[in-house]
């Protein structure tokens, strides 16, 4: 069974920052890429930011200079600074995770349960 879990999340005043962090557990053979969605109230799920097994980033515009993205494939662990932080990026944020749990299967889509970040004076 793999689990990935969100933390960091919380309330922010607008300029802060934060860094959420997600750690997936459990039978992994190989990690692709990893990445951070969010869905804010009332909206759909967007990403946010990808990053693959080589450490290449690709972010959304709305967040694009003021977050980072990173990950520690020894730990399992991919990571998102946000900076800057706007009410509008306030959402719950999932980390996703394309992941092979043995050497002869296919690569499936894994998520977190989520973490909350509200972004409010």
């Known amino acids: 069974q793999v689990q990935l879990v969100e933390s960091g999340g919380g309330l922010v005043q607008p300029g802060g920052s934060l860094t959420l962090s997600c750690a997936i557990s459990?039978?992994?053979?190989?990690?692709?890429?990893m990445g951070w969605y969010r869905q804010p109230p009332g909206k759909q799920r967007e990403l946010v930011a990808r990053?693959?097994?080589?450490?290449?980033?690709t972010y959304a515009d709305s967040v694009k200079g003021r977050s980072t993205i990173s990950r520690d494939n020894a730990k399992n662990t991919v990571y998102l600074q946000m900076d800057s932080l706007k009410p509008e990026d306030t959402a719950v944020y999932y980390c996703?995770?394309?992941?092979?749990?043995?050497?002869?299967?296919?690569?499936?889509?894994?998520w977190g349960q989520g973490t909350q970040v509200t972004v409010s004076s």
């Open positions: 459990g039978r992994i053979f190989s990690i692709n890429v």
């Open positions: 996703n995770a394309d992941i092979r749990v043995a050497w002869n299967t296919n690569w499936g889509g894994y």
């Open positions: 990053i693959t097994s080589g450490g290449s980033a």
